[in-house]
T-cell receptor, first 109, second 114 residues
Framework: GQQLNQSPQSMFIQEGEDVSMNCTSS?????WLWYKQDPGEGPVLLIA?????ELTSNGRLTAQFGITRKDSFLNISASIPSDVGIYFC?????????FGSGTQLTVLP | DTGVSQDPRHKITKRGQNVTFRCDPI?????LYWYRQTLGQGPEFLTY????????KSRLLSDRFSAERPKGSFSTLEIQRTEQGDSAMYLC????????????FGSGTQLSVL
């Protein structure tokens, strides 16, 4: 099956800093999505990407679908305390999503 | 506008007991998914329905697991003869047919098997 490698596993940043995380796949994907999960809750969809090279923003979040179709990046600008949580990438060649193991983000005041 | 609803939020059971979880998807969504998530991992696909038809089941879904979506609306996931390894968060998600890969998740059911 597909393997997704998400990095870094965890990040500690100061409030106001920018954050970058990425995800790589062993397979070519047609879709990349980024989710955020708070403790005890289900993942919440942040951004969906459908074409190689696509760059999409959602407020302070920007995500890109890599040209090789095997990777994706998520950037968060000017981090705030409520950005704390686990960020998951997810992708699929088609059909069911495969999820990465997540990046735990901690924002220090 | 209601999202995906799951019940119960938490379930504690003894090994060997049967448990059943319910999921109510977003009403206009045709597809309904069940995922399982353990601590420190991303969600893992279990099964999905398109309307009332169960179209795919993961190898993770042992014979002790059964899912139904009898009228193409809500779904239930039953685990028979629970084992300690079944302890996990069980997540339900739904998606529209036009963008079926765009999953919207519920808050999950946290199962603890003692």
């Amino acid at each position: 099956g597909q393997q997704l490698n998400q990095s870094p596993q965890s990040m500690f940043i100061q409030e106001g800093e920018d954050v970058s995380m990425n995800c790589t796949s062993s397979s070519i994907f047609n879709t990349w999505l980024w989710y955020k999960q708070d403790p005890g809750e289900g993942p919440v969809l942040l951004i969906a990407l459908y074409k190689a090279g696509e760059l999409t923003s959602n407020g302070r979040l920007t995500a890109q679908f890599g040209i090789t179709r095997k990777d994706s990046f998520l950037n968060i600008s000017a981090s705030i305390p409520s950005d704390v949580g686990i960020y998951f990438c997810a992708g699929a060649p088609w059909g069911q999503l495969t999820f990465g193991s997540g990046t735990q983000l901690t924002v220090l005041p | 506008d209601t999202g995906v609803s799951q019940d119960p939020r938490h379930k504690i059971t003894k090994r060997g007991q049967n448990v059943t979880f319910r999921c109510d998807p977003i009403s206009e969504h045709n597809r309904l998914y069940w995922y399982r998530q353990t601590l420190g991992q991303g969600p893992e696909f279990l099964t999905y329905f398109q309307n009332e038809a169960q179209l795919e089941k993961s190898r993770l879904l042992s014979d002790r697991f059964s899912a139904e979506r009898p009228k193409g609306s809500f779904s239930t996931l039953e685990i028979q003869r629970t084992e300690q390894g079944d302890s996990a968060m069980y997540l339900c998600a739904s998606s529209p047919l036009a963008r079926y890969e765009k999953l919207f998740f519920g808050s999950g059911t946290q199962l603890s098997v003692l």
